[in-house]
T-cell receptor, first 113, second 111 residues
């Protein structure tokens, strides 16, 4: 069974630039999550999708972050414009349903200079 | 919203000893409590989880206990091995879809 795929794996940008991350969840998984993990901290949930609908985006900085999951499969997370404090690993995870085991992708390591 | 606190932040044990990591949560509606292991530079991986309808769950050398009254849950690793060295995260979530992670515990098992 293929796991959660993410791209790119690494990204370096300058502040105020834009960046987008892509996630392909495990086939059949209805729930998709985006997390931000700053070095030395636990993952912070940014947004959770159930199929193509948002069920939790309370911790998403909506002035600069946006996410979508068109057709309820792949998802993209965008940051525009980026700030230095956005430097982190962005993890995508998926599960069959909420409150079920989450499987994480390899993450995208973002460095904002 | 949910808030999860995790202790200790670092833990060093001798190989063969037991390790215990504790977490507290704030939302009494939380009913799902997973534990993840994250090795350096790798993705978090689920090692065990527990739901609010049970007080304890065990899987070989790993066990988790839950006290809903006190709103805390703990991870127990027995007969630790060097390959258990990693960062461990607890998390809590309710049907409100508000998964929140603790800050992590860096476990070092010394041979």
């Amino acid at each position: 069974e293929a796991g959660v795929a993410q791209s790119p794996r690494y990204k370096i940008i300058e502040k105020r630039q834009s960046v987008a991350f892509w996630c392909n969840p495990i086939s059949g998984h209805a729930t998709l999550y985006w997390y931000q993990q700053i070095l030395g901290q636990g993952p912070k949930l940014l947004i959770q999708f159930q199929n193509n609908g948002v069920v939790d985006d309370s911790q998403l900085p909506k002035d600069r972050f946006s996410a979508e999951r068109l057709k309820g499969v792949d998802s993209t997370l965008k940051i525009q414009p980026a700030k230095l404090e956005d430097s982190a690993v962005y993890l995508c995870a998926s599960s069959l349903a909420s409150l079920e085991t989450q499987y994480f992708g390899p993450g995208t390591r973002l460095l904002v200079l | 919203g949910e808030n999860v606190e995790q202790h200790p932040s670092t833990l060093s044990v001798q190989e063969g000893d037991s390790a215990v990591i504790k977490c507290t949560y704030s939302d009494s509606a939380s009913n799902y409590f997973p534990w993840y292991k994250q090795e350096l530079g790798k993705r978090p991986q689920l090692i065990i989880d527990i739901r609010s309808n049970v007080g304890e769950k065990k899987d070989q050398r790993i066990a988790v206990t839950l006290n809903k009254t006190a709103k805390h849950f703990s991870l127990h690793i027995t007969e630790t091995q060097p390959e258990d060295s990693a960062v461990y995260f607890c998390a809590a979530s309710s049907s409100n879809n508000d998964m929140r992670f603790g800050a992590g515990t860096r476990l070092t098992v010394k041979p």
